[in-house]
């Protein structure tokens, strides 16, 4: 079926007489009628459900319907696009190994992979998102488990070549994880390219409405952890009654382990009415998508073509660096743009104090227009020297295009520009 199907009906089919939307099941524990079931859960957790720390069945028909939209063989919810993350390479690397990822990702996830895994004792090697094949090979070393990247990049838009990397990466024997928050399954669908694992916030457009804060990790169960790299996934787990992961799961083994031996020790699964939410957000997603790539590619030519205005960022603009990957990778741009004022910051600030429809906030993707200046907020800790690194000057302003009318929208930005 297709997206817009998939987003309605993926996930959850109710059989006579059930409830037609996905309920949510508020409890924490399940009931059975004898010890002995309990005992084969225990078990083999995949045959039902016994307590809400890894598993309930609000969030499970999310994580199907999610697994469907991206063409993975399945997937587990967090608690945070954070969580996500944080699974996802600990899944991958103990202390002792090391990921490989692109400089330009998104800044919770520099954080965490730069100071919060290092002093657990996993390294991460950066090299430039546009790194040819030859200085991608020459990042890895024994101890690499990982390479990451994001397909759309927050807060700088990049486009990252996925079937390079993913060569790459599978040349070391070692998977591609993609974050693919920016472009969510409807834009793009990164296991197509050759991604193993698929990671997303889902607090952005997945949500869409900015009510829940969650993530997501999808597994192609294409990957083949029997390589010799991955002992964790093949020899026994000790905190687990000895279950080797790929014998008993196969092509599964890496989500199942995700559960039965991260989730059950950090325990970052969310709330079943968060579930619910996102299952919300997710219905609509196909169709919300659609418009704010209109909405967002308008607003782009419209600052392409103001006087007021130094450069734009947006790939879906044919003058874009990233314009052709977008072509080949993405299917829309999302309705994230950034741009840089003439005149430096002091117009940059006048411009967004002056807008009245968008609205001034520290998130991006939300079904309503917003906007940020990125070096005096999410940005702010870091030196002018780092601004510059990261590709962010005074006078740049991001800015999230939303599901208003897209004549509001520029009259807004317009009159805006005219107080500049
Ligand atoms: C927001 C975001 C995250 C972190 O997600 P949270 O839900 O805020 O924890 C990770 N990756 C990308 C690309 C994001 O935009």
Not at 193 to 211: E, L, N, P, Q, R
Not at 312 to 326: A, E, N, W
């Amino acid at each position: 079926m297709k997206d817009e199907t998939l987003c309605l009906h993926a996930g959850y089919s109710p059989q006579n007489s059930e409830p037609r939307v996905t309920p949510i099941v508020q409890s924490t524990t399940y009931v059975y009628d004898s010890i002995e079931e309990v005992g084969e859960v225990f078990d083999d957790p995949t045959k039902s459900i016994i307590y809400s720390r890894f598993a309930n069945p609000t969030v499970m028909a999310v994580e199907r319907k999610i697994a469907e939209l991206e063409g993975g063989i399945a997937a587990m919810c967090t608690s945070s696009g954070q969580a996500a993350l944080l699974i996802a390479i600990l899944n991958l690397c103990k202390a002792g190994d090391s990921l490989i990822s692109p400089i330009q990702i998104y800044g919770g996830a520099t954080n965490l992979f730069s100071t919060t895994l290092k002093k657990q004792g996993i390294e991460c090697i950066f090299v430039d998102v546009d790194a040819d094949e030859a200085t991608l090979h020459k990042a890895f070393k024994s101890n690499t488990k990982a390479v990451f990247g994001e397909s759309l990049s927050n807060p700088s838009l990049t486009v990252l070549d996925i079937e390079k990397f993913a060569k790459v990466a599978h040349s070391h024997n070692v998977p591609l994880v993609i974050d693919n928050t920016f472009a969510t399954p409807v834009l793009c669908k990164p296991i197509k390219f050759g991604a193993d694992i698929v990671v997303h916030s889902t607090s952005k457009y997945m949500d869409g409405h900015a009510v829940q804060i969650g993530g997501v990790i999808v597994d192609s169960g294409k990957f083949d952890w029997t390589n010799g790299n991955f002992p964790e996934m093949t020899e026994p787990d000790e905190s687990y009654h000895g279950v080797s992961y790929t014998e008993i799961y196969g092509a599964s083994a890496y989500i199942i382990k995700a559960r039965m031996q991260l989730m059950r020790d950090y325990g970052v699964y969310p709330a079943a009415h968060s579930a619910f939410l996102l299952n919300l957000g997710l219905e609509t997603l196909s169709i919300r998508m659609e418009r704010y790539c209109y909405n967002a590619m308008k607003v782009a030519e419209f600052l392409n073509a103001s006087d007021k205005i130094l450069s734009v960022t947006y790939p879906g603009l044919s003058t874009d660096k990233y314009y052709d990957l977008s072509r080949r990778y993405l299917k829309g741009n999302s309705g994230v743009i950034s741009f840089e004022l003439k005149g430096g910051k002091q117009n940059a600030m006048t411009f967004i104090n002056a807008l009245k429809l968008a609205s001034i906030e520290v998130h991006v993707a939300d079904i309503r227009t917003s906007v940020l200046h990125p070096a005096s907020t999410t940005h702010r800790q870091l030196s002018a020297e780092q601004l510059k690194d990261a590709g962010i000057s005074e006078a740049l302003v991001r800015i999230s295009v939303g599901l208003e009318h897209i004549d509001d929208i520029l009259a807004d930005i317009r009159n805006a520009l005219t107080q500049v």
